[in-house]
């Protein structure tokens, strides 16, 4: 089928760039077009970020990535950067002042360093098989056109991480799949992964499987203690500890249990002394706690510690 526009019907025009067909047209994001059309439809008037994502129906992220994206490529000028706060004088360094150890570069700095325009992007497409299949494959991952700071994260992973095309396809389905979709969160995993040395197919479905325990664990634990939000960092070192461990979640859940007829309120830190010496007596299972309960004892005397003063202790310590 052929096509053939008459550009006689048409009302007012405006220009766009060749480059933009003839370089990006594949690489720009939906919003990307988005933006550079209506700002070029706009051109001489001054624009915001909020006015643009208002008449354009989308958030004002994705206006600032388009600014980004076409500054890069060139048709947009660069933006200004805001004059820097003056500095103040640094202290001259005599002979006798010891010379700072140099810091070791981290895989973070180097992201934060890394640059590619979208020109090298569409350079590396077309010189790349690896690359090319990792962009068609994640953008069928993503549901969507891959932005520019994603194409530009899954290149760094790619080339400065050493990670394969396959180990990155599936480390962003599984991000994407726990509902952690953002370029950051892929790559502070890829980073992580590459420093432990999770780089073949066996191990990234290892560690995946690992992950998925660990996430299936932690909603169980939600669901028994009746959390509405994710764990803090203090309570997912008790989770943590736990699964590593061994807990059953039915000896969790009775602690749990437990923890709220003698303080009325789930505590970390209370469940976790409960289940500390259930496991000391080799008590695993709520038969074999029960059975091991005295008639005439009490629960002071079935956990082996001072009930009154460990609820100082709790209320002091937090959850």
């Known amino acids: 089928m052929e096509y053939f526009l008459n550009a006689g019907i048409i009302g007012g025009i405006f220009a766009v760039p060749n480059t933009v067909v003839d370089n990006y047209i594949k ?12 700002v070029l439809r706009n051109a001489n008037e001054t624009l915001s970020s909020s006015g643009i994502a208002n008449a354009l ?6 206006v600032e990535e388009a600014f980004v994206f076409w500054e890069n490529a060139n048709v947009f000028p660069k933006t200004t950067p805001s004059p820097a706060p003056a500095k103040t004088e640094k202290p001259v360094v005599t002979e006798t002042t010891p010379k700072a150890e140099p810091q070791k570069k981290t895989v973070r700095q180097e992201r934060a360093d890394y640059n590619i325009n979208p020109s090298e992007i569409a350079e590396r497409v077309e010189n790349s098989e690896d690359v ?25 992973i790619h080339d400065y991480l050493g990670l394969s095309t396959e180990v990155i396809l599936m480390l962003a389905t599984f991000c994407i799949s726990a509902d952690k979709s953002n370029i950051k969160y892929i790559e502070t995993v890829a980073a992580d992964w ?12 290892s560690e995946i499987k690992r992950l998925e325990e660990k996430q299936s664990f932690n909603n169980k634990i939600m669901k028994i203690f009746g959390m509405d939000r ?19 979640l039915e000896l969790i859940e009775y602690a749990c249990e437990k923890t709220i007829e003698n303080i009325d309120k ?42 009154e003063r460990y609820k100082a202790l709790v209320n002091n310590f937090g959850d």
Request: aromatic share 12%; net charge negative; charged share 25%.
């Open 27 to 38: 690489l720009a994001s939906e919003s990307a077009i988005k933006v550079l059309l209506y």
């Open 57 to 62: 129906n989308i958030s004002e992220n994705q």
């Open 132 to 156: 090319k299949c990792l962009f068609v494959m994640s953008e069928q991952a993503f549901a969507r056109p891959l932005t520019h700071t994603e194409q530009r994260g899954l290149i760094w």
């Open 194 to 205: 590459a420093e432990r040395e999770i780089n073949t197919l066996d191990l990234a479905q």
């Open 230 to 248: 994710k764990p803090t960092s203090k309570q997912q070192g008790f989770i943590d500890d736990w699964k590593q461990k061994g807990y059953s």
């Open 266 to 307: 789930v505590n970390f830190p209370y469940i976790n002394k409960i289940l500390e010496n259930w496991y000391s007596q080799g008590l695993l299972t709520r038969s074999q706690i029960d059975s091991y309960k005295k008639p005439d004892s009490d629960e002071q005397k079935d956990y082996s510690f001072d009930l």
